[in-house]
């Protein structure tokens, strides 16, 4: 499975993105996506996961309300929505894959390349 990820960039407090995240390959081991991000001096941390099914979406706590995860089956893309951006937003964000969802990097096997984020 390949991952690519796209949207990311220079954006104002307040302002909105959307990241992207083409995945490619294998779909099966794509089941589940998520997305992680990670602060320069800080750990990777998850902050949303979506299952194909839809049935299960996960979100992190410091995230719930400003941001929102989606993905289209047909071409196999996640998006995340990311709205009322902070400047504690900036950070590398990272998208993943694999056949089950959890908010931990380890249970993922597949990873994108990142796209930064800066909020300033």
């Known amino acids: 499975v390949q991952l690519v990820e796209s949207g990311g960039g220079l954006v104002q407090p307040g302002g909105s993105l959307t990241l992207s995240c083409a995945a490619s390959?294998?779909?099966?081991?794509?089941?589940?996506m998520a997305w992680f991000r990670q602060a320069p001096g800080k750990e990777r941390e998850g902050i949303a996961s979506r299952h194909r099914s839809g049935g299960s979406t996960y979100y992190t706590d410091s995230v719930k309300g400003r941001f929102f995860i989606s993905r289209d089956n047909t071409d196999n893309t996640l998006y995340l929505q990311i709205e009322s951006l902070k400047p504690e937003d900036t950070a590398m964000y990272y998208c993943a894959a694999d056949r089950f969802c959890s908010q931990y990097e380890t249970a993922y096997n597949y990873w994108g390349q990142g796209t930064q984020v800066t909020v300033s």
């Open positions: 390959g294998y779909t099966g081991s794509s089941s589940c």
